[in-house]
């Protein structure tokens, strides 16, 4: 049985990206004018780890199942009935970890590392293409290698984090449903 498409939720999601994608790109913006380099080098290294933590918990939510948190919610735990609202939903959260906040968190981290290249070359008198190779030759091995290295403990320890990120959600504010 096919699934049909959720116009709705496309809509959601491109607003989502769209208004994520303004406020980090401004975020950015903010921190590197004017910044030194150790406060460039810790933006970029934040948009890296974020993009990192976001695949781990959508690959995470994609990988756990409902059956320990049922046991958990029972005995009402804290963040078991929210881990359960985030595996009903895997579809759609892995969606927004790993294809909204993971993909902006690169186009970001891409952008910074270009704007430390450019202001690296500029101070050294060195080649901006060597100084742009070398930077994003080490962003780019960050996050493919920490994207790795998060997957592969997303599907190992699928429901610890699940169960974590739920008992984050359960200190949050929750809206009443109608």
Known sequence: MKKK????????????SLTMSVVFSFVSS??????????AFVLLMAFVALGVVFDVVGVAVTSAT??????MASHKERGAREALRLLRRA???SSICNDVVGDISGIISGATAAAIAG???????????????????????????GKAVGKTIAINSDTQIVFM??????????????
């Not at 903010?30 to 406060?39: C, H, K, R, T």
């Not at 409902?66 to 046991?71: D, G, L, R």
């Not at 994003?136 to 493919?144: A, N, P």
């Open 5 to 16: 498409t959720n116009i709705k939720w496309i809509v959601e999601i491109v607003l989502i």
């Open 30 to 39: 903010e921190i590197l004018d004017g910044a030194g380099y150790f406060v």
């Open 66 to 71: 409902e059956t320990p948190f049922h046991a």
């Open 91 to 93: 579809e759609r959260v």
């Open 119 to 145: 202001k690296l070359s500029q101070d050294l008198s060195v080649s901006s293409v060597v100084t742009s190779l070398l930077v994003t030759g080490v962003v780019s091995g960050l996050t493919i290698g």
């Open 165 to 178: 990120v739920g008992k984050l959600m359960a200190l949050l504010p929750h809206r009443k449903k109608k």
